[in-house]
Structure formats: C-alpha cells, structure tokens
C-alpha cells in the first residue's frame, strides 16, 4: 500500500506564495505520473499541475505563469510552487501520483491520492 501525505497549505493574502510538499511512503517499485489537483466549492475538481517520470510538465491554463511543479524521484516526492496567489485559487489541494505496488512477483498498478490541505487566499 502506498501513502501520500501533504503539508505546506494554510492561510495567505492576495499576492503571497505558498509551496506545498507531497510525500509517497509504502512499498513503491516505481513511479509514472505525479500532479496536483484542486477543488473548490461548488465546483469540479481541475488539473493544476502534472509531471512525468521524465521531467514533462503540463499546467492548467489559469495558473500558468504562476505555479511550478516539480518532483524529486529519489525522495518519492512532488512540490508545487505558488506564487502571486489569487482568492480564485481557494481550493482544497490534492496531490497524486500513479505507483506501481504490490508484494514478491505480484504487483500492480493504480493512482494513488493525499487526504488534501487547505490553501485560502483572502482578498
């Protein structure tokens, strides 16, 4: 079983930067895609960032400019820099990751999520 656990998220104003962590514990053989997605009330959960294995990035075109993903394969981690924070980016983040799992010969492929952490920018 693979685990993701976030921090980094909290209370900032309009204009401000954030950088939330994620970590990937558990018996882990290999990792494909990582990302973080958002969601805020009333609304359906968004890409904001993506990473492959190789380094590729892809952003959601309102946070372009602004956000930086990136991973550390050695750590199982994935971070997302945020800076010039907006009220619309008021949302609950969760991070993501496609893992490979298992035990001996048997394993198996599946995505992975944290719990979310809350990021609220006041206006």
């Known amino acids: 079983q693979v685990q993701l656990v976030e921090s980094g998220g909290g209370l900032v104003q309009t204009g401000d930067s954030l950088r939330l962590s994620c970590a990937a514990s558990g018996t882990i053989f290999s990792t494909k895609d990582m990302g973080w997605y958002r969601q805020a009330p009333g609304k359906q959960r968004e890409l904001v960032a993506a990473i492959t294995a190789g380094g590729s990035t892809n952003y959601g075109d309102s946070v372009k400019g602004r956000f930086t993903i990136s991973r550390d394969n050695a750590k199982n981690t994935v971070s997302l820099q945020m800076n010039s924070l907006k009220p619309e980016d008021t949302a609950v983040y969760s991070c993501?990751?496609?893992?490979?799992?298992?035990?001996?010969?048997?394993?198996?492929?599946?995505?992975?999520w944290g719990q979310g952490t809350q990021v609220t920018v006041s206006s």
């Open positions: 993501n990751a496609r893992v490979v799992t298992g035990r001996s010969l048997v394993r198996y492929e599946y995505d992975a």
